[in-house]
Every structure is written in structure tokens, then in C-alpha cells.
Nanobody
Framework: QVHLVESGGGLVQPGGSLRLSCAAS????????MRWYRQAPGKERELVAH????????DYTDSVKGRFTISRDNAKNTVYLRMNSLKLEDTAVYYC?????????WGQGTQVTVSS
């Protein structure tokens, strides 16, 4: 059974940093792409970053390029999202995602609030 558990969210001031983690289980982690999405109040869920199974390919939505870094540790079945220079508009619930056997799986989400 696929299971994704996010952690690391919290309250941070503008310009601050956080690192999110997503622990995965129940599938072959190192052969699957992993994604971070976010959903702000009143907005649609958007793809923030994704990373290939081997970790050698990453991509980001334009609004976070240069500030966020996605990475993974396949030995720990964990994917990370390092978020620097956080802005008010980064406030959202952040979700970890993977598609396994053509089905999307999601974690429960972790709240990130950027506020002064």
C-alpha cells in the first residue's frame, strides 16, 4: 500500500527558509518520479517541483525557480523540498505526490505559512 507522509511545514517570516520532507513507502521509490504540489486558499492545486527517480532531472514552476530545491534520498525513501527566500505568496498547503501504476497518490499535506 502506497503511503506518503509530509513533514516540516510551519510558520516563517518573509525571507526565511524551511525544508519539507516526504517519507514514502509501499512502492519502488527509486524508479518513480516524485512531485511537490501546493494549494493556497481559494486557488487550484499547482505543481511546484518534480524530480526523476534517479534524481538527475528536476524542474520547477517559474515562481519558485532559484529559491526552491527538490532533492531525494533513495536510501531513505524520502524526497525533500528546500525553500529559501520565502514570500507571502508561498503560503499554502504543500503536498507530496507520486503516480504508481497510473494512479496518483497524495500525502496529507503540510501547512506552510509565510507571515510577518
Amino acid at each position: 500500500q502506497v503511503h506518503l507522509v509530509e513533514s516540516g511545514g510551519g510558520l516563517v517570516q518573509p525571507g526565511g527558509s524551511l525544508r519539507l520532507s516526504c517519507a514514502a513507502s509501499g512502492f519502488s521509490f527509486n524508479t518513480h518520479w516524485m512531485r511537490w504540489y501546493r494549494q493556497a486558499p481559494g486557488k487550484e492545486r499547482e505543481l511546484v517541483a518534480h524530480i526523476s527517480g534517479a534524481g538527475n532531472f528536476t524542474d520547477y514552476t517559474d515562481s519558485v525557480k532559484g529559491r526552491f530545491t527538490i532533492s531525494r534520498d533513495n536510501a531513505k525513501n524520502t524526497v525533500y523540498l528546500r525553500m529559501n527566500s520565502l514570500k507571502l505568496e508561498d503560503t499554502a498547503v504543500y503536498y507530496c505526490n507520486s503516480r504508481v501504476l497510473r494512479k496518483d497518490y497524495w500525502g496529507q499535506g503540510t501547512q506552510v505559512t509565510v507571515s510577518s
